[in-house]
């Protein structure tokens, strides 16, 4: 890794980042100072202020869902970083993920008996099996598609630059 990990995210250091790095700063500040901390990310985002969890959150989201969709997300157990994130679209103020989130939130509570088993057994073959149920295909699509639509990357930045005041913690 080639690149600066900030240890604080004052006004001066958000504003002295470029808009293409803002979001991977956040996320390694969040990663830097759970490790500094002994804590995990998630334990350590209940504390930092709402806008580093909002950034945190939705990128993280975005980058499970590309990767393997909701799925894989709901199979790793990790429906309290997409509720988080639902809270960070609409801070954000991006209406169509945080709608597309919410559904895949109400979609895995509804599965929870047909995915169970899969998660309980924590196998590579439960996970793929788990696929062949295409319970989130259709909101993987759609939330797929929204980075055409919607460049969410972008209005993070701008959500940032607008609070950054309020990065610190």
Do not use: C
């Not at 196998?123 to 929204?146: G, H, I, Q, R, V």
């Amino acid at each position: 890794m080639n690149r600066t990990i900030y240890h604080d995210l004052s006004p001066a250091v958000i504003e002295s980042i470029a808009d293409d790095d803002l979001e991977q700063a956040i996320i390694d500040y969040v990663a830097w100072k759970a490790d500094a901390d002994g804590v995990s990310e998630e334990a350590l985002l209940e504390r930092l202020p709402p806008a580093v969890s909002a950034v945190y959150a939705t990128r993280l989201v975005e980058d499970e869902v590309a990767n393997g969709g909701f799925n894989q997300l709901f199979f790793n157990r990790m429906r309290t970083l997409l509720e988080r994130a639902v809270v960070g679209y609409r801070a954000i103020r991006a209406p169509e993920h945080e709608r597309i989130a919410s559904a895949a939130i109400e979609r895995d509570i509804e599965a929870a008996p047909a995915l169970d088993a899969a998660r309980e057994a924590q196998t590579m073959e439960a996970f793929s099996a788990s696929y062949k149920l295409e319970l989130f295909d259709d909101l993987d699509a759609a939330f797929n598609e929204l980075d055409q639509a919607e460049d969410v990357s972008a209005i993070r930045v701008q959500y940032v630059r607008s609070l950054a005041s309020e990065m610190s913690g």
